[in-house]
């Protein structure tokens, strides 16, 4: 559906009407605080953006804009590293962040009813006096909001063990993109049906917005240890995350470091890492405090005989915290030894870790580009930061080529081109390299299902915008929206 800007005005006069001036933003200075996510290379002001207090603010939105064809982007906390709530210049940005209120929190039904713009941590925090947390812990965990977590399914240091966001969500509150406020899931563990919320935890957005979620609370472990493994090479890290895995042991975490990344780290925030080390394993195990006894000692004996030259348990909750520092920090030290990066997200084998890490290095060098590996060693799932200095000339041209090159290291090997970062606007182009034609039609029709005029979030994970009335199925010759010059087909 095209979008007039008498469309945009007609849904502000309606907001205005209903929500009142001060929850419609359309001073332009104060609607370019929503310009970008996390990825900040990419940038829209947004046409207008509401304030949502409620459900019924965010379904009124909805509604003005299926009226009007006008489009409408859902942000949490727009620390997305995919571009998902990158705003629509002629759209409506809907922010969550006044619906932060945890409307129940039962422990002993080990589940909890949250608003869309509760931060993670803060529901951690709410019910670790009575022995629980919410388990999906993202680097962000302290900033995004569940909903950002619910839409990209998102994960962090400890899905090894405890599975993304999809493991703990059992039921959602979502306002369609027709505008109807639908029940999907609930409290019970396993309605029956066509399971739709498996379908719209990961959706970035384009099915509708959440206006609620019951999330799953996990107990507190009795105990948990933490340790740091240095080896010389990322070759003997590789081979001991393989080994502890091999031996049946589940880690809580496993997260491997490179020597670039630790320099960054060290730099930064001085966690103390061992001095020559090539990479760091940090593995923390947790559980009932005699199997998480036992089968440390199996990982400490694992790490020495892959190549470890020193193993540091962490003694007390500082010594915890300290090695954790490091990994946490990793990310944004990195800008300390470069102007700029890229933070790459792709996932391959376990197995494969040792092969793909030597020809990200080879791909690397011959590019004349440095990388930094950061990333979760025991999903497979790495975050490659791809360094340059944007004021050199070509230097962003060969950084991009080298992320490119990773994506496809990837693919190659049978991984994916996202872990956890989301397609958004960045990897839409990327999704036909994964997905054949008829893959993607089969995920559009879901789409088209639930939002037919193609109004909620458009332009993000797909690579091309298709229209709705169009039966699905793979398109003969050229797509009339690439003829008239609208849309390209990557
Ligand atoms: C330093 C850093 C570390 C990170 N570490 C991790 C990590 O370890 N693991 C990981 O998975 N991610 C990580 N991320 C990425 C990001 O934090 C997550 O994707 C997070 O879930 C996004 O939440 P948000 O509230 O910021 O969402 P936003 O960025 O605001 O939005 C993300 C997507 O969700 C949609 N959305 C938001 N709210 C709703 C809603 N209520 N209904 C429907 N759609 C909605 C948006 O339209 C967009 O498509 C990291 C980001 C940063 C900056």
């Known amino acids: 559906m095209g979008v007039s800007e008498s469309g945009l005005s007609g849904v502000v006069a309606e907001l205005v009407g209903a929500l009142g001036v001060e929850r419609v933003i359309t001073d332009r200075q104060r609607r370019r605080t929503y310009e970008c996510d996390g990825l900040a290379a990419y940038r829209v002001i947004p046409g207008v953006v509401v304030l949502a207090r409620d459900a019924d603010d965010i379904a009124a939105a909805v509604r003005a804009c299926a009226r009007?064809?006008?489009?409408?982007?859902?942000?949490?906390?727009?620390?997305?590293?995919?571009?998902?709530?990158?705003?629509?210049?002629?759209?409506?940005?809907?922010?969550?962040?006044?619906?932060?209120?945890?409307?129940?929190?039962?422990?002993?039904?080990?589940?909890?009813?949250?608003?869309?713009?509760?931060?993670?941590?803060?529901?951690t925090a709410a019910t670790s006096p009575d022995g629980y947390y919410f388990a999906p812990d993202p680097s962000s965990q302290s900033v995004c909001s569940i909903g950002g977590n619910v839409a990209e399914n998102s994960g962090g240091a400890h899905c090894l063990k405890y599975g993304f966001t999809t493991n703990h969500v059992t039921g959602v509150d979502l306002v369609t993109p027709g505008g109807e406020l639908v029940e999907i899931g609930g409290k019970a563990p396993d309605p029956p049906g066509y399971d739709l919320l498996g379908a719209l935890v990961g959706s970035e957005g384009t099915l509708g917005i959440v206006t609620a979620a019951t999330v799953r609370l996990t107990r507190l472990p009795q105990e948990v240890r933490t340790l740091l493994a240095a080896f010389r090479t990322m070759d003997d890290a590789g081979a001991a995350t393989s080994a502890i895995i091999a031996a049946g042991v589940v880690p809580a975490a496993i997260e491997m470091m490179d020597a670039l990344a630790i320099e960054a780290a060290e730099a930064a925030v001085h966690c103390g890492y061992p001095a020559g080390a090539g990479a760091v394993l940090v593995v923390e195990l947790d559980g009932p405090a005699a199997d998480v006894a036992g089968e440390f000692d199996d990982v400490v004996r694992l790490c020495e005989a892959a190549g470890a030259f020193e193993v540091r348990v962490a003694a007390d909750d500082d010594e915890r915290a300290l090695i954790?520092?490091?990994?946490?920090?990793?990310?944004?030290?990195?800008?300390?030894?470069s102007p700029d990066y890229i933070v790459q997200d792709g996932v391959i084998p376990r197995t494969a870790l040792p092969l793909v890490l030597r020809q990200i290095a080879e791909l690397g060098e011959s590019a004349g580009v440095r990388v930094a590996n950061v990333f979760h060693a025991g999903d497979g799932n790495l975050h490659p930061l791809v360094l340059f200095d944007g004021a050199v000339e070509g230097a962003v041209d060969r950084a991009e080529a080298v992320a490119g090159g990773i994506l496809d290291l990837c693919l190659e090997h049978g991984g994916s081109i996202t872990g956890e970062h989301g397609v958004g606007a960045d990897k839409a182009k990327h999704m036909p390299r994964m997905f054949t034609a008829d893959d993607l039609d089969t995920m559009q029709a879901v789409r088209c299902a639930f939002d037919p005029d193609g109004i909620s979030n458009p332009g993000k994970v797909f690579p091309t915008p298709r229209l709705c009335g169009e039966r699905p199925g793979r398109h003969q010759g050229a797509h009339p929206l690439t003829e008239s010059g609208v849309a390209e087909v990557f």
């Open 68 to 123: 009007h064809g006008v489009p409408f982007v859902a942000r949490g906390s727009g620390t997305g590293l995919s571009g998902g709530a990158l705003p629509h210049a002629e759209g409506v940005l809907v922010v969550m962040s006044q619906m932060r209120a945890i409307r129940e929190a039962d422990v002993a039904n080990q589940r909890a009813v949250v608003e869309p713009g509760v931060i993670n941590l803060h529901l």
């Open 324 to 337: 954790w520092k490091g990994r946490k920090s990793a990310f944004a030290a990195v800008g300390r030894i």
